[in-house]
Nanobody
Framework: DVQLQASGGGLVQAGGSLRLSCATS????????MAWFRQRPGKGREFVAV????????QYADSVTGRFTISRDNAKNTIYLQMNSLKPEDTAVYYC??????????????????????WGQGTQVTVSS
């Protein structure tokens, strides 16, 4: 079975940092595109960051560019999201998703939620002002 376990969320003051992790199993991690999405209160699930299966491609939402960094460790089947300079508007449940098909996309295809077939349970991030 495909499993994704997100962790690392919590309560932090504005300007602080958190590091999210997503540990995975049940698929070929090294051949999978991995992404973080988030769902803010009252909003739909939105793209945050992606790292391609080969690691050559990373993309970020405009709202987090320069503050968040996505990375992957193929030896541990885990991805990370380092979040710095956090803002109250970053408050959300953060989900990791996997596209296990070794696909390459053009343009905004990497950010399309429909391309990610499996999801973790989410981890809550709350940023206080």
């Amino acid at each position: 079975d495909v499993q994704l376990q997100a962790s690392g969320g919590g309560l932090v003051q504005a300007g602080g940092s958190l590091r999210l992790s997503c540990a995975t199993s049940g698929f070929t991690f090294s051949r999978s595109n991995m992404a973080w999405f988030r769902q803010r209160p009252g909003k739909g699930r939105e793209f945050v960051a992606v790292v391609s299966w080969g690691g050559a491609v990373t993309q970020y939402a405009d709202s987090v560019t320069g503050r968040f960094t996505i990375s992957r460790d193929n030896a541990k089947n885990t991805i990370y999201l380092q979040m710095n300079s956090l803002k109250p508007e970053d408050t959300a449940v953060y989900y990791c998703g996997v596209d296990p098909r070794a696909r390459t996309y053009s343009g905004f295809g990497w950010q399309n939620r429909a391309n990610y077939l499996y999801w973790g349970q989410g981890t809550q991030v709350t940023v206080s002002s």
